[in-house]
């Protein structure tokens, strides 16, 4: 037994170090000169370290502006998608009624059609609501994009929670409302936590609506941000990864602050969905 958990603790380590070598190869690559990213060497610990890619990549672009536009579609699209999603999984968790089944399979096929495929049909939806280059457009489409995960997971965590402690708060003098938002919403908030999560991820790593439905620079996110090192004369790699560093730190630092409750939330929503 100890063996073979040594084995697979050997096992779980290397495939972390698999998984972990790219993230640790772009912050390398972002504290190296110039001259050296694109070295043949392939030198695991830089030789010399610099901050001039930071420096490219803060204050010689719009960094902050992109950034603030991220930011203010994703938390905006999150937390919609929150609101909408927790109402509607209250809805067919503890409510029986005509299509409900229906409703949920199509939440579920909502889900698994690609992004790709509803490019064109968004399209011509924000041109003809007339928000073609406007940042409601990217909310809207984020919104929409993780709303029916945001369903399915949040139906899943609030089956995990007994009805008898609603039909008790309701016993005891409180509406359905009230018992929702006394006992049922805070036994939520794991479930709340470890769905904003994934809906932040996805709504934060997403490229090509910003591309195509964002005309003006000046309304992009900081994934399109990423392709202007992209030059006729060639690409600023280490800018490019200095900027991808910085992209990945607000994701890291939600999850380093809710990473107790998230972990709780998961494995409570996987005991019945």
Do not use: H
């Not at 790219?22 to 370290?49: A, C, H, N």
């Not at 709303?147 to 949040?154: D, E, K, Q």
């Not at 009805?163 to 509406?175: K, R, W, Y």
């Amino acid at each position: 037994m100890t063996i073979r958990r040594i084995g697979l603790s050997a096992l779980a380590v290397v495939i972390a170090l698999v998984f972990a070598f790219p993230t640790y190869w772009m912050f390398t690559s972002s504290i190296k000169p110039r001259g050296e990213v694109l070295s043949t060497s392939y030198d695991l610990v830089p030789s010399s370290v610099t901050l001039e890619n930071y420096a490219t990549a803060l204050f010689g672009s719009d960094f902050l502006r992109y950034l603030g536009n991220s930011l203010l579609v994703t938390l905006t699209a999150v937390l919609c998608s929150l609101v909408a999603g927790t109402l509607a999984a209250l809805a067919m968790s503890r409510f029986r009624f005509r299509g409900r089944k229906g409703f949920l399979m199509l939440v579920l096929v909502a889900q698994m059609v690609p992004f790709e495929a509803l490019m064109v049909p968004m399209f011509l939806f924000m041109r003809d609501l007339g928000l073609l280059n406007k940042l409601p457009a990217l909310i809207l489409v984020y919104w929409i994009t993780t709303l029916p995960f945001t369903i399915w997971s949040l139906r899943g965590f609030i089956d995990g929670i007994p009805i008898d402690l609603e039909e008790a708060a309701m016993v005891d003098g409180c509406s359905r409302a009230e018992a929702f938002r006394r006992v049922t919403l805070p036994l939520l908030g794991p479930g709340l936590v470890a769905t904003s999560v994934f809906a932040f991820i996805t709504a934060w790593n997403e490229f090509l609506y910003a591309l195509v439905l964002m005309r003006s620079e000046s309304l992009q996110t900081l994934p399109v941000f990423l392709k202007t090192f992209q030059t006729a004369f060639g690409t600023d790699w280490g800018a490019t990864m200095a900027s991808a560093t910085l992209f990945t730190l607000p994701v890291l630092v939600f999850f380093l602050i809710v990473q107790r409750r998230m972990v709780s939330g998961i494995t409570a929503g996987a005991v019945k969905g």
